[in-house]
């Protein structure tokens, strides 16, 4: 089972940027999915083995994916954070490798981060 070590959530104000880390053992597939109140929990950020970002289209031109280059650490910059992206974050690994067409479906993914809560307020 693959140890990640999450950080970086916290309370922000409406507009305002915070960066998330996921760290793994090694070089995983890594995403970043989250659970925002009343809604189901939705792949927003990965890297794919093609090198290629994918996000969801709620994040898109806001959130950046990143990895550290030995690939054992996954970020996430959040810009222009809105209330509606107030929700628990987790980061998730899985050895198994897939392109960006992929790599936001949650099933693909075997490991799970603890969560961290993001509070975005008005």
């Known amino acids: 089972q693959v140890q990640l070590e999450e950080s970086g959530g916290g309370s922000v104000q409406a507009v305002g940027s915070l960066r998330l880390s996921c760290a793994a053992s090694?070089?995983?597939?890594m995403a970043w999915f989250r659970q925002t109140p009343g809604k189901e929990r939705e792949g927003i950020a990965c890297?794919?083995?093609?090198?290629?970002?994918a996000y969801a289209a709620s994040v898109k031109g806001r959130f950046t994916v990143s990895k550290d280059n030995d690939g054992r650490t996954l970020y996430l910059q959040m810009d222009n954070l809105h209330t509606e992206d107030t929700g628990v974050y987790y980061c998730?690994?899985?050895?198994?490798?897939?392109?960006?067409?992929?790599?936001?479906?949650?099933?693909?993914?075997?490991?799970w981060g603890q969560g961290m809560q993001v509070t975005v307020s008005s």
């Open positions: 998730a690994a899985d050895g198994r490798w897939y392109t960006h067409f992929y790599c936001l479906q949650g099933e693909k993914y075997r490991d």
């Open positions: 090694r070089n995983y597939l």
């Open positions: 890297i794919g083995n093609d090198a290629i970002p």
